[in-house]
């Protein structure tokens, strides 16, 4: 039987009970409008609890609504666990929303690749790839995950994992499947407003022009930050190599505009990539 990593937020970054947080997904997705934009390949999403960055997120996810996906790709950064490259869970995922089932054999296939390894290494405790389940489970019932956390977060480890996950995906096994890559990545942490939106306008332009390179160099220069630049970069250039040519930002926001505290901000925003 394959190992279940339960889940760990529950209670704290969003409802634990199942009727609640059905409803406060649902809730979530009803305010916002799909924008009719076809051949989504790929999102950026937020991390943080429901209450800060889940309209934010249901933006994104709201683009998707109907949509059809085989597997879900979900790329997280490593808060708690520290690694090299990346680590891919072999095992089923719980949200209070049930059970959700990896594609073992997509796993075992990356896994093969450089830099790449099958462990439990950053899912233990790990929120970033867990919040975004719930949304998922609502919107395309029956899809496979594929549970990616990224130790080493770099522009060496993301071209690794894009290009993984290039070569499995246009394997004649999976080329006629439905697939879904998912960066979670909140923005600049514990800057004043001012600050966070000068950090923040960077790397939406960067997401904005679909550059991946300046985004590593203004990361790497400290013109920006983000905690999960290393998925942000993976999904840009992993989507790009599928054929994705256009990019487009839903929502920015911060912290300060729930807690009106603008002394000490987290950036958030939701974004996604596209074939024309």
Known sequence: MSPIRKAQVAGTFYPESPI???NKVEQMLS???PLGIKNICGLVVP?????YSGQIAAKAYKQIDSAVY???FIIS?????????????????ESPLGLIKVNSEIIEKIAGFEGMQISHLGHQNEHSLEIQLPFLQQLIPGFSLVPIVMGSQNYETADKLARAIQAVLQSPEYSNQKNLIISSSDLSHFHDLKQAHILDKVILDDIKEFDPERL???ILEKKTEAC????????MMACKLLGATQTKILSYGTSADVNNDESQVVGYLSALFYKN
């Not at 991390?47 to 209450?51: D, F, K, N, P």
């Not at 950064?77 to 995922?93: A, K, L, R, V």
């Open 216 to 218: 590593n160099r203004n």
């Open 20 to 22: 609640e947080l059905q």
């Open 47 to 51: 991390h943080a609890g429901y209450i």
């Open 31 to 33: 305010q916002q409008n």
């Open 77 to 93: 950064p490593s808060h708690f666990d520290y690694f090299d490259g990346c680590s891919i869970f072999n095992g089923n995922y």
């Open 228 to 235: 999960g630049f290393g998925p942000i970069l993976a999904g």
């Open 70 to 72: 085989d597997n879900v």
